[in-house]
């Protein structure tokens, strides 16, 4: 697909599921495809807090107009029609105001790209000495590592059949994550944070990106609470997230 035609559709809300991994390979593969993105996406940012300030300053005007005003017992009519248009307008830009700042709501997919970092493999390490090496598990944390996430999710789902473990859960769940499968994903690392092992923590932390990714602000917001609450992982990044959420 034409690529300018992907930045528009994705800045349109128009991507299908097909377009969005396009997107998202394009994104790590092509260089002056991320640079496009991001000159588009600053200019998105730039726009939207120009506009704001511009409808702030519009109503800050209007109130200091009609402050101004000061009606006698017997308005003119030419001077209440211009008052009541001033008051009328005001209120219009007052509520316009309100609802964009309302209901535009954040920018989900931006925050989840802001804040995702692919977590890396601190569980199985692979060296030149595991080259005969034909394990399962070996096979797994190579198609993880080299983010090959359809043939991570086989293998991973394959290892919990004989060796069902927080860790292969969890890199279960990223594996979801990389290939947008949002509840999947979601299951697993709820799973993994419920039992409170060594990627609790951490499992809070990409559950609550997940929900961002998902548009499902309260869950988002309550999986961040905790995180923050326990204190071991990107507590301050959480924080932050969690300020533009609210």
Same mark, same amino acid.
């Not at 599921?17 to 394009?26: I, K, N, P, R, T």
């Not at 569980?123 to 996430?149: C, F, H, P, Q, W």
């Given at each position: ?11 349109? *809300? ?6 969005? =991994? ?6 790590? $593969?092509?260089?002056?495809?991320? @640079?496009?993105?991001?000159? %588009? *996406? ?15 300053? @519009? ?10 005003? $000061? +009606?006698?017992?017997?308005? +003119? ?14 209120? #219009? ?12 709501? +954040?920018?989900?997919?931006?925050? !989840? ?6 977590? +890396? ?8 000495? $595991? ?14 590592? $080299?983010? &090959? ?40 690392? %709820?799973?993994?944070?419920? =039992?409170?092992? %060594?990627?609790?923590?951490?499992? #809070?932390? !990409?559950?609550?990106?997940? !929900? ?5 602000? &309260? ?16 507590? &301050? ?5 969690? &300020?533009?959420?609210?």
């Amino acid at each position: 697909m034409d690529k300018e035609l992907l930045l528009y559709n994705y800045f349109s *809300n128009q991507l299908t599921v097909e377009q969005q =991994h396009q997107f998202e390979e394009l994104l790590k $593969t092509d260089i002056g495809f991320k @640079k496009q993105f991001d000159f %588009e *996406n600053n200019l998105k940012g730039v726009i939207r807090e120009k506009e704001n300030e511009n409808l702030k300053a @519009k109503l800050k005007g209007f109130e200091k107009e009609i402050e101004s005003a $000061t +009606p006698v017992r017997q308005l +003119p009519g030419t001077n209440y029609r211009k008052w009541a248009m001033a008051a009328s307008i005001a209120l #219009l830009i007052g509520l316009g105001w309100l609802g964009y700042n309302s209901f535009s709501g +954040p920018d989900y997919e931006n925050l !989840y790209r802001e804040n995702f970092q692919e977590y +890396p493999n601190t569980v199985y390490a692979i060296t030149r000495g $595991t080259e005969t090496d034909s394990s399962l598990e070996l096979k797994a944390y190579v198609a993880y590592e $080299t983010n &090959d996430n359809a043939k991570a999710i086989q293998l991973f789902t394959e290892l919990k059949e004989t060796y069902d473990s927080e860790n292969v859960n969890f890199y279960l769940a990223q594996s979801y994550l990389e290939n947008n499968q949002l509840p999947e994903a979601i299951s697993y690392f %709820e799973e993994v944070a419920q =039992h409170d092992g %060594e990627f609790a923590p951490q499992a #809070l932390w !990409y559950v609550a990106l997940s !929900y961002v990714k998902a548009e499902q602000k &309260d869950k988002a917001i309550a999986s961040l609470k905790l995180l923050i609450a326990d204190g071991r992982y990107q507590k &301050d990044k959480a924080m932050v997230l969690l &300020d533009e959420l609210e």
